[in-house]
Every structure is written in structure tokens, then in C-alpha cells.
């Protein structure tokens, strides 16, 4: 059996701690100045591994969903223009919108591409530091970011 290799990254601040304890609090929890810093500490990390998960979850979604819906009704749009073939004042409302859409369109796009360029920065920034990492098989979502990276996309 392999010695088992440190969690480096999210997944040390994912990981349970090793020895899970349960801890009353009381006025002499206060008192121990000690006791009530690693207390901190530790829903501090708890905190933030619960903060970090969240965030990457919405963004994941976030960025999944956002040019879909904009395309959408951009659609309907363009489909409401082709059937509104008299009435020039709707026409006009109807281009209004479509311009605002396409315009939305965009700047999902460039914040796509900028994320992407930040992404890659702080990819190579991290593998010059620490060229022999690679994530773990088992991480599909970080071995899929890991592999676009590298890959430049």
C-alpha cells in the first residue's frame, strides 16, 4: 500500500479534521485564552471551506446557465421581429430589445474570456511553483479545469 500523500489545496480546507471533537462552550472556554483561539481557528476554517464550496457550486452553475438564457430570449426575440411585420413602432421596440440582448450577449462572453485568462495566469503561476503536482483522478471538476488550463482554452 502506497504511503498515502498529504491533501494539498481545497482539499485540505475540505478535509474533515482528523480528530473531531465536541466542545461545550462555558465562561471557562473564555477564560483559557489558548482553548478559545483554536476554537476561533477552527470555525474559522469551517466557515470557510463551507464559503469556498458554496461559491464554487453558484459560479459553476452561474456561468453554465448565463449565455443559455441569454440566447434564449434573444430567440424569441428575433422570432417576434420576423412575425411583427406591420406595425414599425413594435419593430423598433423589438430591435431595442434584441440590441440590449446582444449587447448582454457580449459582455457574458468577454467576462467568460477574461475568467478563462485568469484562470490559465494563475494555473501557470501555480505549476511554476510546483511543477510536479498534478490533481488527483478522482477530481473530475479540478482535473477538467487542469487539463482546459493546459491545454489553453
Not at 115 to 135: G, H, M, N, T, W
Amino acid at each position: 500500500m502506497p504511503p498515502q500523500q498529504p491533501q494539498l489545496g481545497s482539499l485540505a480546507i475540505q478535509a474533515p479534521s482528523l480528530a473531531p471533537k465536541t466542545v461545550h462552550v462555558s465562561a471557562s472556554t473564555c477564560h483559557d485564552l489558548s482553548l478559545f483561539k483554536d476554537l476561533l481557528k477552527e470555525y474559522r476554517r469551517l466557515d470557510d471551506s463551507i464559503t469556498m464550496r458554496l461559491n464554487r457550486t453558484t459560479a459553476q452553475f452561474r456561468d453554465r446557465d448565463r449565455l443559455g438564457l441569454v440566447d434564449q430570449s434573444m430567440e424569441g426575440k428575433r422570432m417576434a421581429l420576423d412575425a411583427e411585420t406591420e406595425d414599425p413602432a413594435a419593430q423598433r421596440r423589438i430591435q431595442g430589445a434584441l440590441y440590449a440582448d446582444e449587447v448582454k450577449r457580449n459582455q457574458v462572453h468577454n467576462e467568460l474570456v477574461v475568467e478563462q485568462i485568469v484562470r490559465k495566469r494563475s494555473l501557470d503561476a501555480f505549476r511554476s511553483r510546483c511543477k510536479y503536482f498534478e490533481p488527483p483522478l478522482t477530481d473530475a471538476d479540478a482535473r477538467k479545469w487542469w487539463d482546459a488550463a493546459r491545454a489553453g482554452r
